[in-house]
Nanobody
Framework: VQFAESGGAVVQAGGSLRLSCAAS?????MGWFRQAPGKEREFVSG????????AYADSVKGRFTISRDSAKTTVVLQMNSLKPEDTAVYYC????????????????????WGQGTQVTVSS
């Protein structure tokens, strides 16, 4: 699986960014994870294969929105009201699961990973 991630940038607190991830081949359940300096990688958001189910970490609920295009090949993470604590490398991940209801927050559920994109939020 090959990924094309984009959208990482430097932005001021309160601003917005839009991360995009396109995975080659078939449609996958997708997740976004992030890793801040000195911290473990953590789940941010996920979307089911069909796009009908989404999940968010408590820290981003109400600020981030995950969606996928009609072709189900690209997943977008819209990030609003960004905070300095959102600064991290954001990774796109894919799972071959075809479940319409289950979204995992665990890294080992996703065997395929993108290279990551840096998001920096300045105060």
């Amino acid at each position: 699986v090959q990924f094309a991630e984009s959208g990482g940038a430097v932005v001021q607190a309160g601003g917005s960014l839009r991360l995009s991830c396109a995975a080659s081949g078939r449609t996958y359940a997708m997740g976004w994870f992030r890793q801040a300096p000195g911290k473990e990688r953590e789940f941010v958001s996920g979307i089911s294969w069909s796009g009908g189910r989404t999940a968010y970490a408590d820290s981003v609920k109400g600020r981030f929105t995950i969606s996928r295009d009609s072709a189900k090949t690209t997943v977008v993470l819209q990030m609003n009201s960004l905070k300095p604590e959102d600064t991290a490398v954001y990774y796109c991940a894919a799972s071959p699961s075809v479940s319409s209801t289950y979204i995992s927050t665990e890294e080992n559920y996703y065997p395929y990973w993108g290279q990551g994109t840096q998001v920096t939020v300045s105060s």
